[in-house]
């Protein structure tokens, strides 16, 4: 009968594994229905694993493939960064995700190689700014190249861990962008923005999904009464990136060097820390211009919502933020992934808000919040304060208590 | 004992502007400035200036010159290529191939900055008549030039560091070519600047106005642009081709030719060459944008301008850009009583150096005439005429009638509005004032001693009891006065600060800015210039106490831009200069459009 058909392909529970990828994100998503399972890979990377853990995306590529029984039906990639990516890239993780098949690739629109980086146009241009940036990326902290900003270290071994940290995670990425290029062709690949319909549902039936970001240039103009984004965020950077695209430039390579004189060494190592700092200023940016390329997905099925914004900071959330149909959608949150490992930005003040799901530990359907962090791997996340509010008012599930366990899954009801 | 039997001054090769402008024969435009002629070790390091040539990007530090003499074999080589003098007789080509190499060398690079440092710096000096010393914590001497920081856009003043930094970088349009800030006269010139006013007024660095903040761009930019002026060479290049080759069309002299050339056309020049979008910001594009920026009454007041310091800048560099223009075809237009419609070519470049030497030595004397702290633009007007007055009381040029125009025009009105030129008036209560309590000499260094009359005299001079006060500076001045004798002054600064509540602000009768909370702590500053005559009476008081009504702006400007107060150091010019790269970007990507 059909309204039996109908409730087959709806389905009942949710399980959302969070791997301990170590400073990464990897969530495999499986929506299980009466008679099958759909599973949806969400990123898949880190920039640094736990000690003695070299191989870890491996064996989390083998427990992937394993739980799945060898087809992966989606596979989301939130936005470029090492620690979201990487793992698509490496040989031998890549290739046992690629064997898994993927139905659809989902990335965010400035993905797209259908907008070509040469042609006019906003999103050609944001596209030309993204590509430049990381163009420089990987000459300063690329393979072999870091080795041209030891001397740097001397300003400051604090300031210079946190540049090369950022630094790295900003590179291209070039083998994982391309491995996600082909599973997108051999199955299919989805390009979206805020607010794009993203019509999946033969692939996973009962389901709907929003995208609530990356907004475009002109939905993000609409939101901030900004020109563009071009004015206010990739101008600097671009110039900046065509400044220090010329890292390890030596314009007098055949002058001889000084040896011997003493009263050069204070300057010198004051030029040093300047160097350091600007180097630092730049990355930052530009780790938050890519944070900000981000996908924000909300799956929505029976009465649940789960909510996975990637890195998302502020100014990808604002466009979301300032749409009520959206909000009313937020409000209903039952699991969050916290955005940017718990970073300062990156879980606005009015989206935490907007969430009726939060509350002491007696909370009826309390919010679930999944946190993957690595100790002592980035100053600046989890945030404190963002820790004892997630650990305090939801449920959290944080990686850094996995106590040596490769995933945790937590089970939702639908 | 031997005294020195050394010239007091030298004068060494420098590019009037950068590589890539060139005179008439294809060789790149140069010119000479004076500097101070001092015993130099390898950098080259002198009494005032070290030049360090470490690379932060490469890591290395490439060898100086080792010996003093050998910075004029640059020079001298210079001047042979560039005067044919000691037996040279190469063709153009070979000239042009040699001066290439000649500046593509580090040496010259080292060579460049510090002459032209070294000769803002005694530009400085002797406007001022007096030394000027550095403003930094360490209190030393010498500020550090790296002319090759980094491969960076970039270009800054960094008190912390005490030192100059020049970045270089790849040419967009030809990335094997290498654009050095060193090597352009306005960048060099213009973070020299910087670090002079910062010696001479410390306090501009602190967060008040919006006028303030945008001093320190603008002022450098105007010193930058008459400096430029100043060299013959470049001036040359301005007036353009008259009929003959000593001759130039009176037609040419017009304020609204010269505008063209000077400024329009001098500016599309410089911008063809060096990657212009790229050095923009760096240069500060002031040439341009002051030709750009059209007059208009509405525009001190404008609130679009005031919105950005390094936007407002420019509204006090165009006015003393059009004003220097005006006064260079006043000047000309004498030239020709009898109206022939040509004037002699050398006449009329002189005349035009002449009037930018005036007007740069004119806005550096101001200085001792402004506020120490919380000034405005209209302050800067009054302290021009005021500065010009006191040294040359017939306006026979007509300075500072067409000063007075030309800011009016941009809606700038001299802050001293009784007297009719615009001067500073005599100290209010000036029959108040008690003297007496040191002796005169003392006056002139002791800070002690000024401190003491200033408290004697609290009441006539207006300040605030219950502040705290301290005297910043005590300088004493000498420069020839109009009768073509000395005149001595005594300059001495001082301030006064409050930490108080929001809500404490009406008992001072200062009104609460909007958004500021009533428990939030506040700190108000105010402070005045002293200047005493010859004879140690008080000329002038210049200032503002710290319940003048200027708090209410600056606090509201501090609320605005969310600064804290006393942020100062490195990371303001880097990034000051760096969103003005931007603003010039952004700006030169709409004209194209």
């Not at chain 1, 191989?55 to 394993?66: F, G, H, M, V």
């Not at chain 1, 449920?395 to 939702?412: K, M, P, Q, R």
């Not at chain 2, 001067?423 to 309590?437: L, R, S, T």
């Not at chain 2, 702006?553 to 000051?576: I, P, Q, T, W, Y």
Request: hydrophobic share 40%; proline share 5%; aromatic share 8%.
């Amino acid at each position: 009968m059909p309204a039996k058909r109908t409730n087959k392909r709806k389905p009942q529970k949710a399980i959302i594994r969070t791997y301990q990828a170590g400073f990464g994100d990897c969530f495999l998503l499986t929506f299980q229905y009466p008679d099958f399972e759909r599973h949806v890979l969400i990123d898949f990377g880190n920039t640094k694993s736990p000690e003695g853990e070299e191989k870890l995306l491996t064996r989390i590529a083998e427990s992937i493939a394993q739980r799945t029984g060898g087809k992966l039906h989606a596979i989301v990639a939130t936005h470029r960064h090492q620690d979201h990516i990487k793992g698509f890239g490496l040989k031998k993780a890549g290739k046992i995700i690629q064997d898994l098949n993927p139905d659809v690739v989902i990335q965010p629109w400035t993905e797209d190689p259908d907008i070509p980086i040469d042609a006019t146009g906003t999103l050609s241009a944001r596209r030309r700014s993204l590509a430049t940036m990381n163009a420089m990326t990987e000459k300063l902290f690329g393979e072999g190249e870091i080795d041209n900003l030891a001397h740097l270290k001397k300003a400051s071994p604090r300031r210079f861990d946190e540049l090369t940290f950022i630094g790295e995670d900003n590179i291209t990425n070039k083998k994982a962008v391309e491995m996600l290029m082909a599973m997108g062709k051999a199955g299919s690949a989805k390009y979206v923005h805020a607010k794009k319909p993203l019509r999946i549902k033969r692939i996973l039936p009962g389901v709907d999904i929003d995208v609530l970001g990356p907004p475009t240039v002109d939905q993000h103009s609409d939101v901030t009464r900004m020109t563009s984004w071009d004015e206010d965020e990739f101008w600097p950077l671009q110039a900046a990136a065509a400044g220090s695209g010329a890292a390890g430039l030596d314009p007098f390579p055949d002058a001889p060097d000084e040896k011997s004189t003493f009263d050069t060494r204070w300057l010198a190592g004051r030029l040093r820390g300047m160097r350091l700092e600007a180097l630092l200023q730049i990355v930052r940016s530009l780790d938050r211009v890519m944070n900000n390329t981000s996908l924000i997905l909300l799956f929505r099925s029976g009465r649940k919502s789960l909510l996975f914004p990637g890195d998302a900071q502020l100014e990808n959330w604002q466009f979301a933020l300032n749409d009520a149909a959206i909000m009313r959608k937020l409000a209903k949150v039952d699991v969050y992934k916290v955005g940017h490992h718990g970073s300062t930005n990156a879980t606005p003040q009015s989206l935490w808000a907007q969430f009726d799901k939060t509350g002491g530990k007696r909370k009826r359907g309390r919010l679930t919040s999944l946190l993957s962090t690595l100790e002592g791997k980035h100053h600046h996340v989890p945030r404190e304060s963002l820790v004892e509010k997630l650990a305090t008012k939801s449920n959290l599930v944080w990686t850094e208590e996995f106590e040596g366990a490769l995933f945790h899954d937590t089970v939702i009801d639908l | 004992m031997k005294f020195t039997d050394r010239p007091a001054i030298r004068s060494l090769w420098v590019l009037a502007q950068d590589p890539s402008i060139f005179d008439r024969d294809g060789l790149p435009l140069m010119t000479r400035v004076d500097v101070v002629n001092e015993s130099l070790a390898p950098g080259p390091k002198g009494a005032r200036l070290h030049v360090v040539d470490y690379n932060a990007t490469t890591d290395r530090t490439l060898a100086a010159r080792k010996r003093n003499h050998e910075i004029d074999i640059v020079d001298e080589s210079l001047e042979r290529l560039k005067t044919e003098k000691g037996g040279l007789e190469l063709t153009k080509t070979e000239k042009r191939k040699a001066l290439s190499e000649l500046i593509g060398h580090p040496h010259f690079h080292t060579q460049n900055v510090y002459g032209l440092v070294s000769s803002t710096l005694r530009e400085f000096e002797r406007a001022l008549g007096r030394s000027v010393k550095w403003n930094f914590a360490s209190g030393g001497h010498q500020l550090k030039i790296a002319p090759h920081a980094f491969a960076d856009a970039n270009a800054f003043y960094s008190p912390s560091d005490e030192a100059l930094a020049f970045g270089y970088f790849p040419a967009a349009s030809n990335p094997k070519k290498i654009v050095f800030t060193c090597l352009s006269h306005d960048i060099v010139v213009h973070e020299a600047t910087h670090a002079l006013l910062d010696g001479l007024r410390s306090q501009y660095m602190r967060p008040s106005s919006i006028d303030q903040a945008a001093f320190h761009e603008g002022f450098s930019d105007i010193v930058a642009l008459l400096s430029a002026f100043k060299s013959e060479a470049l001036i040359d290049l301005a007036v353009g081709e008259g009929p003959a080759a000593n001759l130039v069309k009176t037609g040419n002299l017009t304020p609204q030719s010269l505008r063209e050339t000077a400024l329009t056309g001098l500016a599309e020049e410089f911008g063809a060459g060096l990657d212009h979008e790229q050095i923009a910001g760096q240069r500060g594009d002031a040439l341009r944008r002051s030709a750009d920026l059209a007059p208009g009454e509405d525009l001190y007041n404008d609130e679009n301008w005031r919105a950005e310091p390094h936007d407002f800048g420019e509204v006090l560099v165009a006015p003393v850009i059009n004003a220097f223009i005006e006064i260079w075809s006043r000047r000309s237009a004498k030239l020709d009583p009898v109206k022939t419609g040509y004037v002699d070519r050398a006449r009329a470049i002189e005349d035009g150096a002449k009037a930018a030497s005036h007007l740069l030595r004119m806005s550096i004397r101001a200085l001792d005439y402004l506020p120490p702290l919380n000034m405005t633009y209209r302050d800067f007007l009054s302290a021009l005429l005021t500065a010009d007055t006191e040294i040359e009381s017939a306006d026979s040029y007509g300075y500072r009638d067409a000063l007075i125009k030309s800011f009016a025009a941009y809606g700038i009105l001299p802050a001293s509005r009784v007297k009719k030129d615009g001067c500073w008036e005599k100290p209010k209560y000036e029959d108040d004032i008690v003297y007496g309590f040191s002796r005169h000499s003392e006056m002139s260094y002791d800070r002690e001693s000024v401190f003491r009359f200033l408290w004697e005299n609290r009441t006539p001079l207006e300040l605030h009891e219950q502040a705290y006060t301290k005297i910043i500076s005590v300088r004493p001045v000498s420069r020839e006065g109009p009768d073509g004798r000395l005149l001595r002054e005594t300059v001495a600064e001082y301030m006064q600060l409050m930490d108080i509540n929001a809500s404490e602000l009406k008992l001072l009768g200062i009104a609460k800015p909007r958004g500021l909370s009533r428990d939030a702590p506040v700190r108000l500053l105010g402070g005045g210039t002293l200047v005493f005559n010859d004879y140690g009476m008080l000329k002038f008081h210049i200032g503002s106490g710290v319940a003048s009504k200027k708090q209410k702006a600056r606090l509201e400007m501090l609320e605005k831009f969310s600064e804290g107060d006393g942020e100062r150091g490195a990371r303001h010019f880097v990034n000051r200069h760096f969103h003005r790269a931007m603003s010039a970007r952004r700006r030169a990507t709409e004209l194209k459009a």
